[in-house]
């Protein structure tokens, strides 16, 4: 795939460097070269961003809904006429599997887009009536200008997820790309331009977050910050916009938790621990990490888990074989070799991977990981207190139910969980008393675009999904009348 030497910001409708000229490297994980330059951007850039939003805000709040339906489904059409384009980009950007990309990402990034297009319109509002009296009902009104900053791992996915429900509000967004992955918000600005978006109502800005997300949280004109960034700067966003009033929707860190009782449904579910612990290179948000067993399979399971394992194909992302690809940068390939190398000294034991894997020709250099799998670690440990986003699983027997709830809810995270069971009231049961947003049972990733996932503790504050978004990015205002 041929790709553009220089990324450019897009402001104002049209596509510019940044102010100051200047361009940072783009790495491909998996050769670990150089692939492009994007926009080195800087306080001045997130100004004109800002300007340009602000000139054309009050157009688009008052633009007909049916026409905003109009341009995002124009907008999902255009991303999914160019799926190969925008899986390419992302495969080169994050290391994924082409596979995945085209299959999971460019999808439900489109599907994400089409679906709060046509959900406004039967978002209805409430209204109250006191007979004789009065008639109070509500109206929504969007926020302004926000901003949002996605998620390296899904760039384009976490970025729809976002523009779509604010977009259709009638918000103005000023989107911050994450620098480890810019190509698909650049794909994302040129599918804009494409679908008439009107200039100023989309503004891209790429570059060093430290250097532009000060001035984002400050300015007056924005009125909420999504940010699914790293959880250390969320606390940092969290202090300094409340005293702003800011909405802010902050998306943290997670550890997981699978429970597997022994009347499971074995073969299907070894095939989705699998796929839960290692797919999208074990960076997914939603991703197992912590694995809990009943003690009279835990034998069985570990073999078969070790075996899989040890199968899976890490390698070239673009071919079609390939199970799992690279690492999203060296800093993180150098990360979770720290965390194996630190599960050994807590006493942990190495069943498989958990070291560098080096290949030949153009991906000599590529950030490439063997998965891992580890057991004997206790739940204090390290690798079970800490968010490392990683194909590496921890594994542990357990003897009861309670005992398998308190493993499982042993860390500040709340995310997700899953739990194998083929005993429905306890799978249901389990589920009310896990510290997790939402909790599948039998099975992963189970999706339906209605559900809102509300991850707890230091997952985040955040909303994923379900019209809940559209809440976030508007105003409920009530009017009164007397009758």
């Known amino acids: ?20 000229g200047n361009y940072l490297e783009s790495i491909n994980p998996a050769t670990g070269k150089p692939i492009a330059e994007y926009p080195d951007s800087d306080q001045q850039d997130a100004l004109n961003a800002i300007e340009a939003a602000e000139r054309v805000l009050s157009n688009w709040t008052n633009f007909e809904l049916e026409k905003r339906y109009r341009l995002l489904m124009r907008l999902a059409d255009i991303i999914e006429q160019d799926t190969t384009g925008f899986a390419k980009a992302e495969t080169l950007d994050v290391g994924k599997p082409l596979s995945m990309s085209l299959s999971v990402d460019v999808p439900q990034a489109y599907s994400c887009l089409r679906f709060y297009a046509t959900s406004l319109p039967h978002y209805g509002t409430k209204a109250f009536y006191q007979t004789g009296s009065s008639i109070h009902f509500s109206i929504r009104r969007p926020l302004g200008i926000v901003a949002i900053v ?49 200039p100023g109502v989309v503004n891209i800005l790429h570059g060093d977050e430290a250097n ?23 606390i940092l966003l969290e202090s300094r916009t409340l005293p702003g009033f800011k909405r802010l929707s902050l998306q943290g860190g997670a550890k997981n938790p699978a429970i597997i009782f022994a009347d499971c449904n074995f073969h299907k579910m ?3 621990i699998l796929r839960s612990s290692f797919s999208n290179n074990g960076q997914h948000p939603f991703s197992t990490s912590r694995i809990f067993i009943e003690r009279t399979i835990y034998e069985k399971f570990k073999e078969e888990l070790v075996k899989r394992t040890q199968f899976l194909k890490v390698g070239d992302t673009l071919s079609s074989v390939t199970d799992l690809g690279a690492i999203i940068s060296a800093e993180k390939l150098e990360q979770l070799l720290a965390y194996v190398a630190q599960a050994e000294v807590e006493g942990g034991k190495i069943l498989c991977g958990g070291k560098v894997l080096t290949l030949s020709g153009e991906f000599e250099h590529g950030y490439f990981f063997r998965p891992a799998v580890i057991e004997g670690l206790e739940p204090t440990a390290h690798l079970n207190q800490e968010d490392f986003y990683g194909p590496i699983v921890s594994i542990a027997p357990f003897d009861t139910d309670e005992e398998a709830i308190a493993l499982a809810n042993s860390t500040e995270f709340g995310k997700a969980a899953c739990v194998w069971t083929q005993n429905t009231s306890r799978g249901i049961r389990l589920a009310e008393t896990l510290h997790a947003g939402i909790t599948w049972i039998n099975g992963w990733m189970l999706q339906d675009d209605r559900i809102a996932i509300k991850p707890i503790g230091a997952s985040g504050n955040t909303i994923i999904g379900g019209m809940e978004m559209l809440d976030f990015f508007s105003h409920q205002k009530m009017i009164g009348q007397p009758i």
């Not at 795939?1 to 100051?20: H, Q, R, W």
């Not at 259709?168 to 994302?188: E, Y």
């Not at 000060?214 to 300015?219: D, G, L, R, S, V």
Request: with cysteine; hydrophobic share 50%; glycine share 4%.
């Open 1 to 20: 795939m041929a790709t553009e030497k220089y990324i450019k910001n897009y402001l104002d409708g049209k596509l510019v460097p940044a102010n100051s």
């Open 150 to 198: 996605p998620h390296w791992s899904f760039p384009l996915l976490n970025l729809c997820q976002l523009v779509a429900p604010a977009l259709v509000s009638g918000n103005c967004v000023l989107i911050l790309a994450p620098a480890l992955a810019p190509r698909t918000a650049f794909l994302f600005a040129k599918a804009c331009q494409s679908a008439g978006i009107p």
């Open 212 to 234: 532009i997300l000060p001035t984002i949280i400050e300015h007056h004109s924005i009125k909420a910050i999504a940010y699914w960034g790293a959880q250390r700067n969320e």
């Open 270 to 272: 070894i095939v989705e």
